[in-house]
């Protein structure tokens, strides 16, 4: 009788165990999933000096992502911290916080760049694997249109 209270007692233990774990599990998913099932992409801009925990602040406030940890744990994982660069992007809020990491380091749709103070070139055009490619006059410009982009 004594083995049996004992007995009980372990797989009252295990259950209770197994049952906070499986809520903690739970939660944990709630926090990186995204915070609308449905919701309209929208064009966000990152200026220049705009730090990433500005940056998370900024969403979590704006509400495109559950929780400013989770998604820096995204970051973490991934290894994109310190990847996000200025520029505009498309998101929603119909993102999780790991959709969203990858759109604000991969697949912005405008990049930024500074340029010197004096330079030659007044056009610039990036290419599909990023390369920046100059030029000095508009025909120039459209010539590398022609070249790289088509």
Request: no cysteine.
């Amino acid at each position: 009788m004594l083995t049996m209270n004992r007995t009980k007692k372990i797989l009252i233990g295990v259950a209770v165990a197994l049952l906070a774990s499986l809520l903690l599990a739970l939660f944990a998913l709630y926090q990186f999933s995204a915070p609308q099932s449905k919701a309209p992409e929208e064009r966000i801009i990152i200026n220049l000096g705009t730090s990433e925990k500005e940056l998370i602040n900024q969403l979590h406030a704006q509400g495109y992502i559950r929780s400013p940890l989770a998604f820096s744990m995204v970051l973490t994982i991934k290894g994109w911290h310190g990847k996000i660069e200025p520029g505009g992007y498309l998101i929603s809020k119909a993102m999780s916080a790991w959709q969203l990491a990858d759109s604000l380091v991969n697949h912005p749709y405008q990049r930024w760049v500074l340029l010197p103070k004096e330079t030659e070139y007044l056009y610039f055009l990036h290419d599909q694997e990023g390369k920046i490619h100059p030029a000095r006059t508009y025909e120039e410009h459209l010539e590398n249109i022609e070249k790289y982009l088509r």
